[in-house]
């Protein structure tokens, strides 16, 4: 299938066999971006037009494209959540997404 991926400020081409290997295959070709580029949230729209968000500070955290401590301080920024609630909701967050660092599908 192809996907279109749409970040702050780019739009991707992908194909993939699903929507989660759309996304992984992404993340996975990233070496270095700033979050000021990607954004909060990126959408990938398939094949039908139906569109998928995916919060993006977890998977960063989790590739190593953004250390912990700054993930933390993002949440808190965006949520206004205390830097406790922050670190709670990122960590349950890349719980969830954890799939993300699976290189084989």
């Not at 039908?48 to 977890?58: A, M, N, S, W």
Request: with cysteine.
């Amino acid at each position: 299938m192809k996907y279109i991926l749409s970040t702050k400020e780019d739009k991707v081409l992908i194909e993939a066999n699903s929507r989660e290997d759309a996304f992984r295959n992404y993340f996975h070709s990233l070496k270095k971006i700033t979050l000021d580029k990607l954004g909060q949230i990126v959408v990938l729209k398939d094949e039908d037009g139906e569109e998928y968000p995916f919060r993006t500070v977890p998977a960063l955290v989790l590739l190593g494209l953004m250390n912990f401590n700054s993930g933390i301080l993002n949440v808190a920024e965006i949520t206004g959540c205390s830097i406790g609630e922050s670190e709670d909701l990122l960590l349950r967050a890349m719980e969830q997404d954890k799939w993300i660092i699976n290189t084989e599908g």
